[in-house]
């Protein structure tokens, strides 16, 4: 049965495609939502940047059609800005008619009431007081669901299971084929957690390849000094050193490891071996006060703030580092990173000036999404901090950005109450909507942390509050 969706500003904002996934169904956008669409276009950061894009999307649609009397969209649907129905003598006392969101549902309760006979109207919303407000008017209400991802049920990269000493026994004699016991199916990469229901004493750590079960290759080493700690970071450890895995998500609450390991892994891999020529640091601007923008200074400065995590992780991984061997290499700087075809000698280490340091000799380079449309990111290990707070549509532009010998980190808490922007939550940000669509892939990998180890404080608070 045909419906009518009336959208309103933030769910085009939140994925600007959204018009292509009502399938054969009429959408609806109120004349206000182009008017918040163009007053939002030149703010910066992530709401510009979606504002421009779902501007963009409304206007590629108009060679399909009359936009006024209704565009047929490729998918079946129709689409027609609403410039009428904004009566509102239908709309409860005590409602301020000024504001945009209060016009919205105008124009939503109108068209339900002249249609509710023929077409079933509903209002989506990503704004939890215009969905509360729509319900007391007895407004059919819902929430973008097509990039939702049922968080219940979210891949944890892992499963746990028994098996006979003899079958752990093969893994390590050219591995383990899937069979009834360790069950029938298994994403590619996906760690097997594994223990002899014959032998109390018999447990291990194993990898799917997509083949076989088979060991881990990275059990023994280390990464710019640092071991990991718990089953979760060994399997996370296992991903970020693996070359061959282009892609690895992290998720996991504060303190469970998903930056110091990223970024020792990082630093080991550009500065320690050269598999890659540079260290590329991302994160979401999504301040809790003012913009980027009103911060004095240079690209680089304003980012400071925002970027302090990362200088937190090298402190942390340095006190990590034996001090003998930190002074054997600030004394022999090694000249093996190419820049412009000609060999540069890596800066030595300092706490205070390594970051400078290193982004001086393009070693290092931290960036916002704001500088990240249009670039191909080549030779690089990328990590994407604070992840949970990007939209669908900003995850896939920063993985599309992956060019030749990259490796992509994206790490996160997608949990609510670790979510700053307006425009998610903890069931359609962009981390975990890439958590679920990338897990069948074989350049792909996912571990979930859940072992807290910063600090016992950090532990409790993490559990109690």
Known sequence: MIKNYILDTNVLIHFPGCI?????????????CLEELDNLKKKEGIVGYQAREAIREINNVRQYGNIHIGVKLPNGGTLRVELNHMSPVDMPDGVDLDKNDNKILTIA??????????????????????AIKAESMNLE?????????????IYKGYK????????????????LKLNKETGPEAFPNEFFCIKSYDDDSHETLAKFNGDKIIPLKYGNDKAWG?????????????????QDIDLVTLSGGAGTGKSILSVAVALQKVIESNAYDKIIFVKP???????????????NQKLKPFMDSFGDAIESLMNERNKIQLIEKIDKPRKNIKKNNEHIEKPMFSVEAFLEQYREAGIIEMKTFTFMRGRTLSNAMVIIDEAQEMTPHLAKLMLT??????????????????????????????????IEKMKPYSITGHVSLEEV???????????SL
């Open 20 to 32: 292509h996934t009502f399938e054969d169904n009429n959408i609806i956008i109120p004349i206000i």
């Open 109 to 130: 309760m109108n068209i339900r009431n002249e249609s509710k006979k023929f077409v079933k109207t509903i209002l989506v919303t990503k704004d939890l007081c215009v």
């Open 141 to 153: 209400v819902q929430d973008y669901q097509n990039d939702k991802i049922d968080v219940d049920q």
């Open 160 to 175: 746990e299971v028994s098996l006979s000493s003899k079958y752990i026994d093969k893994i390590y004699h050219g591995g």
């Open 226 to 242: 640092l071991t990991p700690r718990n089953r979760e970071q060994r399997m996370a450890f296992e991903l970020l050193m693996d």
């Open 285 to 299: 601007v999504v301040p809790a006060g003012e913009s980027i923008g009103f911060l004095p200074g240079t690209e």
């Open 401 to 434: 950005r992956a060019g030749q010998n990259s490796k992509f980190v994206m790490i996160g808490d997608p949990s609510d109450n670790q979510i700053d922007n307006i425009l998610v939550d903890s069931k359609s940000n962009g981390l975990v909507y890439v």
């Open 453 to 463: 180890e910063r600090s016992p404080l950090a532990k409790i608070a993490e559990e």
